[in-house]
């Protein structure tokens, strides 16, 4: 299974904006499809978005118009894209890799999570 570090979260004012990244390593082979998922405690992990590695994409309602995810294959990263960032985004955010090529579920490596708060 790949390694996966993610990066970038924080604290940020809503209306704003911040770019989380997730470097890959180790089995990076085996990565196919990649996503971000997030949770609140208490609640069950949701997810946001999802890429293929040919770039195919796709959000949740939460994340459309808002965020954009997208990779680097060279460099074996994944970023997400958050703008106009709402209280209810806060969460702790999750990259995660699959080895198959499309899915929504299926994913066998998880990196540790990233905080995300934004205040109003």
């Known amino acids: 299974q790949a390694q996966l570090v993610e990066s970038g979260g924080g604290s940020v004012q809503a209306g704003g904006s911040l770019r989380l990244s997730c470097a890959a390593s180790g089995s990076i082979f085996s990565i196919n499809a990649m996503g971000w998922y997030r949770q609140v405690p208490g609640k069950e992990r949701e997810l946001v978005a999802v890429?293929?590695?040919?770039?195919?994409?796709y959000y949740a309602d939460s994340a459309k118009g808002r965020f954009t995810i997208s990779r680097d294959n060279a460099k074996n990263t994944l970023y997400l894209q958050m703008n106009s960032l709402k209280p209810e985004d806060t969460a702790m955010y999750y990259c995660a890799a699959s080895k198959l090529a499309w899915t929504m579920t299926d994913f066998g490596s998880w990196g540790q999570g990233t905080q995300v708060t934004v205040s109003s």
């Open positions: 890429i293929s590695r040919g770039g195919t994409t």
